[in-house]
């Protein structure tokens, strides 16, 4: 069930905007470059996620690059609410996320999307976003794919939203998974033909 809007959409309008100009921060490619780790749209993948920053070695950098992905996305869905309302929270929530896949500030390439995907769902509703942290950290232990922690956690989190009864973010959750796997599709293909790199155990 989809919620009645109560905010004019001019208003809603502009918090998706700001909620966007936030997202678009390229968190990644800003540590890199502070501590010394260079272009990380040069390195890895090219990624500016949180996962091609542990690729340079630094795992301090790569927690920092998670934590801001996802405090982005949270910041916006949780200030939209507190200021406006559920239906703002929701828009602050999208348009933070694809912010940062699609940044203005880097020519509109940007992540992939699962850390600031983890922070909307924890803003919009934490028991969900307890539950995809969770999963993700289970998938990731049991298989050491980052990837596919990231394209297994996002793919349950409506089901967690509607089981757990939180139905009007269960739209939102939909659309942002389904843009999570379309920025995914090169590391499905490599995963379905087993070529997918794997992070190693710490010793």
Partial sequence: MIPELVTPLWLLGLVGLAAYALGSIPFGVVIARVMGLGDLRAIGSGNIGATNVMRTGNKAAGVATFVLDAAKGAVAALLAGWLIGPDAAQVAALAAFIGHLYPVYLGFKGGKG???????????????????????????????????????????????????????????????????????????????????????KAR
């Fill in 114 to 200: 699962v850390a600031t995907f983890i922070g909307i769902t924890l803003a919009l509703a934490w028991p969900v976003g307890l539950a995809t942290c969770a999963t993700w950290l289970v998938t990731f232990k049991a298989s050491r794919y980052s990837s596919l922690a990231g394209l297994t956690a996002c793919g349950m989190s409506s089901i967690y939203a509607g089981f757990l009864g939180y139905l009007p973010i269960v739209a939102v959750l939909v659309v942002a998974k389904l843009l999570v796997f379309y920025k995914h599709r090169d590391n499905i293909k490599r995963l379905w033909n087993r070529t997918e790199p794997r992070f190693k």
